[in-house]
């Protein structure tokens, strides 16, 4: 499995506070590691919005979007609900 990071989620990391930096950075570690293990960390919160389009969650509030397609996973943004939904509308 590769991993990539679109510009789009660089700029939103860049924004976000060190604490939630590392939420990101742990969040996409266990990420990895159910994609090698194929075991689900509890907390991951792995969700499918549509399509190849998944999320997983960082605290209540906060997610990670990435696309999932054979052997690659794109992560596009961090970000709220209300910004993921308004990224999904838009394609």
């Not at 860049?14 to 990895?32: H, T």
Request: aromatic share 16%; net charge positive; with cysteine.
């Amino acid at each position: 499995m590769r991993f990539n990071f679109k510009t789009s989620f660089y700029r939103c990391f860049k924004k976000l506070s060190p604490f939630k930096q590392k939420l990101v950075l742990e969040a996409i570690d266990k990420l990895k590691v159910f994609y090698e293990t194929r075991q689900l960390s509890l907390g991951l919160g792995l969700k499918n919005l549509r399509g190849n389009y998944w999320e997983i969650r960082l605290s209540l509030k906060d997610r990670v979007l990435f696309y999932l397609s054979e052997g690659n996973i794109s992560f596009i943004l961090v970000g709220n609900h209300d910004e993921i939904r308004r990224y999904l509308k838009s394609l």
